[in-house]
């Protein structure tokens, strides 16, 4: 099958893709309760392969592969990475009727205005003149879902490398701006210190030169006192002697 033909098997159409925008403009909260509300409309509407009573007797022998639980992954449709997994399973396509002629059948029917359980059976009567059977889409679905997941190892060995090579270099630039403010704030803390014992000390001379002055001035105040009165006395006993 061509990659074309495979692409268009998974693609979403127009109405779909409206109504993927309308749920990205609603808040995440109602999102979520869409979600888990689609999950049990398509528990109620999955395909009832029981219902089918020309194939009910290999049905009890066959069971689907069951897909791990995965928790819910909230992302935005990107065209490249999907043209990339679906051109992976275009060129992984089995020879023959498979799950991919199934499921490109069964999506030619959608306009039919039938119900959707009677569409797969006339799909599955169809195409087991050509030797499809449910088996045989049981494991060849799983083995696309193989592929699907050989493209994830892939893509988390790229991913993992471009870590490394990119947001690990920056990690590593931050560490050496966080190693760098972090010794230049424990030199600010250092010299912030050294700052407030040279305040303390320089409080401490303060002092030590205001009572010098003090003793100096009180010094000076003595001398000056004293000068006078021995100049004073003299000059009073030269004025003595002058008026004799």
Do not use: H
Request: charged share 35%; net charge positive.
């Amino acid at each position: 099958m061509a990659f074309k033909n495979i692409r268009n098997i998974f693609f979403v159409d127009d109405e779909d893709e409206k109504k993927e925008e309308v749920k990205k403009k609603e808040p995440k909260q109602e999102t979520r309760q869409e979600n888990k509300q689609e999950r049990k409309e398509t528990k109620k509407s999955s395909i009832s392969w029981k219902s089918s009573s020309r194939y009910s007797d290999k049905i009890k022998t066959s069971q689907p592969p069951q897909a791990p639980p995965q928790d819910e992954v909230f992302g935005n449709f990107n065209q490249k990475i999907f043209d990339s997994l679906t051109k992976a399973i275009a060129n992984a396509n089995l020879p023959g009727e498979d799950y991919l002629e199934f499921i490109q059948a069964l999506k030619a029917m959608k306009d039919i205005p039938l119900e959707e359980s009677l569409k797969i059976r006339t799909v599955l009567a169809t195409l087991s003149t050509k030797g499809l059977t449910i088996q045989k889409i049981y494991e060849s679905a799983d083995y696309y879902l193989k592929i699907m997941e050989n493209e994830k190892k892939k893509f988390y060995g790229a991913f993992e490398n471009m870590a490394k090579s990119g947001i690990g270099k920056k990690k590593e630039v931050m560490q050496n701006l966080q190693k760098i403010n972090q010794d230049k704030a424990d030199l600010i803390a250092k010299l912030t210190e050294e700052i407030k014992t040279n305040q303390g000390q320089i409080e401490t001379v303060k002092k030590e030169i205001t009572e010098s002055e003090k003793k100096i001035k009180s010094t000076e105040n003595d001398f000056l006192f004293t000068y006078d009165k021995i100049a004073n006395q003299i000059k009073n006993n030269v004025d003595k002697i002058k008026k004799l």
